[in-house]
Nanobody, 122 residues
């Protein structure tokens, strides 16, 4: 497993932007497929986006496609989620995840961060 620490959450008005970061200390970061999930109050945790080890493959949930961009900097052991045109329905706790196999399922990821709150006001 790998330790993951998210940051960058906060309160933003609808239409605004936030960038989430997830740091993963350690020399093996580039070995991991990285992902972002979110959980809104009273709802199941859902997939948001994921990225392959070399950034060549990315996946997005339909609900965020065209508004969110995932990227990674293997030299800094960090994955990012740039969130633009935020909507109130994007309000959730966002979790960073790491796994050895790529995908969009929670089962594809074995390590999880503690989460960072994103609140979008209307």
């Amino acid at each position: 497993q790998v330790q993951l620490v998210e940051s960058g959450g906060g309160l933003v008005q609808a239409g605004g932007s936030l960038r989430l970061s997830c740091a993963a200390p350690g020399r093996t970061f580039s070995n991991y497929y990285m992902g972002w999930f979110r959980q809104a109050p009273g709802k199941e945790r859902e997939f948001v986006s994921s990225i392959s080890r070399s950034e060549s493959i990315t996946y997005y949930a339909d609900s965020v496609k065209g508004r969110f961009t995932i990227s990674r900097d293997n030299a800094k052991n960090t994955v990012y989620l740039q969130m633009n045109s935020l909507k109130p329905e994007d309000t959730a706790v966002y979790y960073c995840a790491a796994g050895f196999r790529g995908g969009i399922l929670q089962a594809d990821f074995g390590s999880w961060g503690q989460g960072t709150q994103v609140t979008v006001s209307s």
